[in-house]
DNA sequence: GTGCGACCTGAAGTCAGCTTTAGGTCAAGG
DNA sequence: CCTTGACCTAAAGCTGACTTCAGGTCGCAC
C-alpha cells in the first residue's frame, strides 16, 4: 500500500517550488484536494506533484487559474490519471500555444511593418485595428482578441 | 497651423478605442501629454494616436506600463517622432517579441514531450525544473525565467 | 442666457493571484 | 511529558491596471 506514502505541505512545497501559501490557495480554489490527519493538517497524494508540474506550465504562459482548473477537471476523478489522459490534456493546450505563438508572431511581423515604418495610422493600421471595428464596439470596448484577452499572465 | 487641430478626449477615446478613464489614467502615470482649455480640459495632439497604438500594441503582447513608458521615453521630447525613432524603438521591441516566441516554443515542444508522455517527473524535467535548482532558492523562490516574469499581462 | 452633454477631480472600488499576519494547534524527538 | 518546529484558519494586505462614483464645471448650440 502506499497509503502511508503521504506528504506534508511543508515537503510538497519544497519538491514542487510553490509556496505553502500557494499550495493551501489552489485547494481553496478547487485545483487541488488532500486528506487531512486526525488534528486537521493537510495530507497530499505524489499524484499532486504532478498536477502541480502542470499548474506551473500553465501557469508560466500566462493561463488563468479558472482555465487551469477546467484542464485538471478533465483529469478522471477516482483514479490516477494515465498517460492517455495527460496525453489528451497535452493536445488541447498544445492548439492554444500554437495560437499564442502565432499571435505574437503577427504582432511582431506587424511591429516591423507598421510600428516599424512608422506610419502608424489607426484607421489603416492592420495590427491594431484588424477589421476597423472598433468605433463600433461600446465604450470602453477592448480591442484584444479574444484569444489574447483569456488571461492576465506572468508567462507571456 | 494645426494649433487648432486638437482633440477631445471623447473623440480620442472614440479613434483609440481607450476609455477616457484609460487615457486620463495614462496621462497621470506619465505615458501621455496634454494640453488644456482655459477651462482646464484636456485637449490631445493628435500624434497621440500613434503613441496609443503602440501602447495598445504593447499591452496586447503583455508588456507593463513601466516598461511601455520606458519606450516611449527614447522618443524625442520636442518634435514629432519621425520614421527612424519609431523604427529603432521598433527593433528593441522586435527583440523583446522573438524572446517570448521562443519561451512559447519551448513550452510548447516541452509540454508535448513531458506533459504529453505522462513522465512529467518533477526531479527530471526539463521544462519543469531546467536546472533542479529549484530547492536551493529561498521559500516561495519563484521558477519562472526572468523573461518570463517581466509583466503581468493581458497577451498571451 | 440657458440648457445639457461632455468634461473635470480625488477617492474609492475591482479583479487576479497570491502573501502576510495574528493567534492558536499538531506531532515527533528527547 | 515537554518542547519546538511545522502546521492550521480567517482575514487583511498587496500589485497592476484600470473603472466607478460623487459632486461639481465647461462650452457650445439655440
Redesign the pocket.
Same mark, same amino acid.
Given at each position: 500500500m502506499d497509503t502511508k506514502d503521504l506528504l506534508?505541505?511543508?515537503?510538497v +512545497?519544497h519538491r514542487s517550488g510553490? #509556496? #505553502?501559501? +500557494?499550495l493551501?490557495?489552489?485547494e481553496r480554489e478547487g485545483l487541488l484536494r488532500?486528506t487531512?490527519? +486526525?488534528?486537521?493538517?493537510?495530507r497530499y497524494e505524489r499524484s499532486v506533484l504532478r498536477r502541480l508540474a502542470f499548474i506551473r506550465a500553465a501557469?508560466t504562459v500566462g493561463v488563468?487559474?479558472?482555465e487551469v482548473r477546467h484542464g485538471l477537471d478533465q483529469l478522471p476523478d477516482g483514479r490516477t490519471p494515465t498517460k492517455a489522459d495527460w496525453s489528451r490534456l497535452s493536445r488541447s493546450w498544445r492548439g492554444r500555444l500554437d495560437e499564442q505563438i502565432q499571435a505574437l508572431v503577427a504582432l511582431r511581423d506587424g511591429l516591423d511593418s507598421c510600428i516599424g515604418c512608422g506610419c502608424l495610422s489607426l484607421q489603416r493600421c492592420r495590427l491594431y485595428n484588424p477589421g476597423d471595428r472598433v468605433a463600433e464596439l461600446g465604450p470602453?470596448a477592448r480591442l484584444l482578441p479574444p484569444m489574447l484577452r483569456r488571461? #492576465? +499572465?506572468?508567462g507571456v
Open positions: 506534508t505541505i511543508g515537503e +512545497a510553490f #509556496p #505553502p501559501s +500557494a493551501r490557495y489552489y488532500t487531512r490527519t +486526525a488534528g486537521g493538517q493537510r501557469r488563468g487559474l479558472d470602453g488571461t #492576465p +499572465a506572468e
